[in-house]
């Protein structure tokens, strides 16, 4: 056994759970057996997937703390409380916008998207004497599909776009500006789809299938998967979370013989790095990632006492096990709330919200540190409220790298675009003529108030202390004056950061040409089987 502990800053991490009193209770969970969350978070609201008759709804509630108790809002909430009950069958899944804290979109078994708008004064006298429950409207619907909705996903760079998996087994984007019909539709899928998600700059999106396979597809460069894998061979529910700007995905899922799992995979050719066998119980893992490099591990069984919530931190594409967060509670669903959220007063970096019983519980993930300062080794900058993109430029082909905020004094900055995922083995160097992206003209102004509450982004802060540039200039024969130095290596250093972020945009037009030509190629496999066939 090694004498040597790697060294790390999260190691003692723990998780920490407020009074009883913290926590919203008499919460009407839906009894519908689809896998999903269950709950969703935004900065200031928690939506909850309802038990109602009637038709389908789900409740929006004032988000808990595990600090102090919610301002006007009881312990106990009232057995009638306002809901967003136009759905005529059950809600499935929901998802807040990360550009607005009180739009959330929520898909259900009617086969219909619908977008809400919170107003603060919803919550207004909850419980008192006199007071009439109102409930919500939303302020738009789509007929997304003949079939069920299983699960909605805001964009994370592009305001006002949201994907939609269906029962047809398709992943369908649309522009909610110009909502009538889909901006892009992601086929190929040969079994119900049991997860999605986008990459940082929300240019590739991922998902996971009851026909065991991961696919990743470009929304812009056609229908067709640009990568496809074997995944999780096991037939029960699998997930994936994309980890932050790396291009790396991590998923769960399930073996031949039940054990559960957890697996990273590379984006360049969807390889396996690495697959770790967590145990053999029957929850469904839920997977949730932190740009602290850390990845959570939930299970959502309600029929089973197992209610921990395991934690790992990644380095060199191996999970290194930091602690466990130990409940005799099971959860039904579990969130996170987003980091530009957080207590950096309490040394917070990360927050969960489960769902148990008739409870909703925070617990806050604390490095246990005696300081008053800010603690900027353990909380790099997390994603802005506003977004890089409108909806109408994603779609005719911009990319933008996602905006974040500094957790220390609030300023938001441009990120990096993210690394280029690897050229995989099968792929040749792109013809001279490729087909574009798709093009469309520009949307009218978005039927959703959708306007972030923050200033104007700010740029980012000058680095506090400049290095020498790497090449040795000439002696003069009088030495410069120091404000002179300065300014000469501040020229320097301004001069690399325009030629690396030139750098960044010829890799990703480098990639788009890639996943074009990988488009292509199964367009054309497609076509020649449909040529065989007849």
Known sequence: MSRFVRASKYRHVF????????????????????????????????????????????AILPLPSPFHAVSGLPHKIPDTVPLARSHTAAVLDTDWSPHNDSIVASGGEDGKL??????????????QEGWVPQDFDPVLRIDASPRKIGQVLFHPTAANVVASASGEHTVKLWDLANPEDPRSV??????????????????????????????????????????????????????????????????????????????IWETGGLGNLKTQTLDQTAGVVMPF???????????????????????????????????????SEPQRGMCFLPRRALNVAECEIARAYKVHGTT???????????????????????????????????????????????????????????????????A????????????????????????????????A??????SSPPTPSPVESKAPSRSQTVDDSKDYVNENLRLESELRDAREKIRNLELQVESLRANARKAAQALLDA
């Open 15 to 58: 998780g920490q759970t407020g009074k009883k009193e913290y926590n919203i209770e008499n919460v009407k969970l839906t009894n519908s057996a689809w896998d999903t969350n269950i709950i969703s978070a935004s900065a200031e609201y928690v939506s909850v997937n309802w038990n109602s008759s009637g038709g389908g709804a789900f």
């Open 114 to 127: 619908m977008i809400w708008k919170v107003e603060a004064s919803a919550f207004e006298g909850w419980g």
């Open 186 to 263: 992601l086929s190929g899928h040969g079994d119900i789809i049991q997860s999605m998600a986008y990459n940082s700059t929300g240019t590739l999106l991922v998902t996971t299938c009851r026909d065991r396979k991961l696919r990743l597809f470009d929304p812009r460069a056609g229908g067709e998967a640009v990568r496809v894998a074997d995944g999780h061979t096991g037939i029960k529910g699998s997930r994936v979370v994309w980890m932050g700007d790396l291009d790396r995905i991590a998923t769960t899922g399930f073996s031949k013989m039940s054990d559960r799992q957890v697996a």
């Open 289 to 327: 990632w932190s740009d602290n490099n850390i990845l959570f591990l939930g299970n959502s069984s309600p029929f089973h006492s197992d209610g921990n919530i395991r934690y790992f931190e990644y380095e060199n594409d191996a999970l290194f096990p930091l602690a466990e967060h130990k409940s």
């Open 360 to 426: 909703i519980e925070p617990i806050a993930f604390i490095v246990p540190r005696k300081a008053d300062s800010f603690q900027s080794d353990i909380y790099p900058p997390a994603p802005s409220v506003e977004p890089s993109l409108s909806a109408s430029e994603f779609f005719n082909g911009k990319t933008a790298a996602r905006k974040l905020v500094s957790l220390a004094d609030g300023k938001v900055f441009s990120g990096p675009a993210g690394p280029v995922p690897p050229t995989p083995v099968s």
């Open 428 to 459: 040749v160097s792109p013809p001279a003529l490729s087909t574009p992206t798709r093009s469309f003209t520009a949307s009218a102004p978005s039927p959703v108030p959708i306007t972030p509450s923050v200033s104007e982004p700010a740029p």
């Open 461 to 466: 802060p000058a680095p506090t202390k400049v």
